[in-house]
C-alpha cells in the first residue's frame, strides 16, 4: 500500500531534497507539490533534475488536494507552519514538520526568540520531537497513536541541533560532563542551510573563498539545542557558514567531570558505538578520526569522531551531516517512516556519494 503524500515549501532547498527522496521511495506516493512562487510551473522546468522522472506541477500552498494526504510535509519558514498544522490535522492528515514552530517545549521561548506568537501551544504536548536516535520512544508512541487511527505531528530537529546533539548527547547522558561550565559548539554550514532565498551574505560573491561567524551567542538554534541536551544556559553556539553546497560539521567541547578526566578516546568511541548500537545512520569513527562533510553528502548518515584533551578535561565530539538530508529531508522521511510503522531506513540513502 502506498501513501499518498504532499510537501508544502517543495521547491526551497530543503522542499526539494524531500520531492528527491520520496519520488523514490516505495512506500510513499508523492502526490501534491506547492510554492506560491512557482504555482503552475511544472517540477522539471525549476529543477531540471527531474527532466523525464516526474510529471507533477507545483500548486498554491492553499491547495485543497492536500487534505486528501496520509502525510504531509512541511518545508516552509518558521509561523508558516502554525497557520496550516491545526486545519490539517482537523482533517486527519498526519504531519512531518521540518520548521521551527513546533520544537521548542516551551511557547514563550519560542516567542522570546523568533518573535512571533505561538497561535497553538496545546499541540506541543501532543507532538514528537523528530530525532529519532535520541527521542525514539516519542517517535514510537506517535506511530502507536498512528496505528489506532489519529492523525499524529512530528516536530523534526534543525540541521545544527541534529549534529550538535548526535555528537554530545551519548556524553552528556552518561553523566560525564563537568556540572558547570560553558559547552562550547563551533558548526560549519554550507549555503543552503540558509535557505533558497538569496542575501548579501549568501551571495556568491561574499559566500565564494570565505568562512565567516554569524548570528554568534543569538543564534535561534541555541534553545533548541540547550533543550535536547538538558544544558539550560550552558551552550555558547557559533555558527559558520563555508563556501560548501551541501555538508555541515559541528564541533562540540565538552568539560569532564574531575572523575572522567582520565577518559581515554577509546574508551569514549565503545560507548558511542554501544549508545548507537540500533541507530541504522549514527556512525561512530575509530579512535583518532575525524569525520568529513564529504563522507556524508547525498546520504541520512552522522559520522561522529572523538577525541580527548587530558590536560584540559575535555572531550571533543565532531559530527559531520548533509544538512538537506539527515538535517532537514532525510530525518523528516526518517520519521515519517517510523510513525507509519516502516523499517526507518526505507527509501532513504545509506552511503554518501564518495567522489
Known amino acids: 500500500m502506498a501513501y499518498a503524500a504532499g510537501i508544502v515549501g517543495a521547491a526551497g532547498y530543503a522542499g526539494v531534497e524531500l520531492v528527491r527522496l520520496l519520488l523514490s521511495h516505495p512506500d510513499f506516493e508523492l502526490k501534491v507539490i506547492t510554492s506560491n512562487a512557482d504555482a503552475g510551473q511544472s517540477l ?3 529543477y531540471p533534475a527531474f527532466a523525464g522522472m516526474s510529471d507533477l506541477v507545483f500548486s498554491t500552498h492553499d491547495d485543497p488536494t492536500l487534505i486528501a ?90 540541521c545544527f541541533p541534529t549534529a550538535t546533539s548526535l555528537a554530545a548527547a551519548p556524553a552528556i547522558r552518561a553523566g560525564w560532563t563537568a556540572p558547570t561550565g560553558p559547552v562550547v559548539v563551533d558548526a560549519i554550514s554550507g549555503v543552503t542551510g540558509a535557505g533558497k532565498t538569496p542575501s548579501a551574505r549568501t551571495h556568491y560573491c561574499s559566500a565564494d573563498e570565505n568562512v565567516e561567524a554569524y548570528n554568534v551567542c543569538r543564534h535561534r538554534h541555541t534553545p533548541e539545542i540547550e533543550q535536547i541536551l538538558e544544558l539550560p544556559g550552558r551552550i555558547v553556539f557559533t555558527p559558520h557558514l563555508a563556501p560548501l553546497r551541501r555538508g555541515l560539521l559541528s564541533t562540540v567541547t565538552l568539560p569532564l567531570a574531575d572523575d572522567l578526566r582520565g577518559l581515554s578516546a577509546e574508551e569514549a568511541v565503545a560507548y558511542y558505538r554501544d549508545f548507537y548500537a540500533g541507530s541504522p545512520f549514527a556512525r561512530v569513527l575509530d579512535a583518532g578520526q575525524t569525520p568529513k562533510t564529504s563522507s556524508v553528502v547525498g546520504s541520512n548518515a552522522c559520522q561522529i569522531g572523538l577525541a580527548v584533551n587530558s590536560e584540559a578535561g575535555a572531550l571533543i565530539a565532531i559530527a559531520a551531516i548533509d544538512n538537506l538530508c539527515k538535517g532537514a529531508a532525510g530525518q523528516a522521511v526518517q520519521c515519517a517512516n517510523i510513525v507509519f510503522g516502516l523499517d526507518e531506513r526505507r527509501g532513504l540513502p545509506l552511503l554518501a556519494l564518495p567522489v
Not at 71 to 95: C, N, S, Y
Not at 137 to 144: K, T, V
Request: aromatic share 8%.
Open 44 to 46: 522539471a522546468s525549476v
Open 69 to 158: 494526504c496520509d502525510v504531509v510535509f512541511l518545508a516552509v519558514p518558521h509561523t508558516a507552519a502554525l497557520a496550516v498544522v491545526p486545519e490539517l490535522l482537523a482533517a486527519d492528515v498526519t504531519i512531518v514538520d521540518l520548521s521551527a514552530d513546533y520544537r521548542l517545549n516551551d511557547p514563550a521561548v519560542y516567542e522570546r526568540w523568533y518573535g512571533a506568537t505561538h497561535t497553538s501551544p496545546e499541540l506541543l504536548q501532543a507532538r514528537a520531537f523528530g530525532l529519532p536516535e535520541l527521542f525514539a520512544e516519542d517517535l514510537a508512541r506517535l506511530a502507536d497513536r498512528h496505528t489506532a487511527g489519529d492523525a499524529v505531528l512530528v516536530a523534526c530537529a534543525g
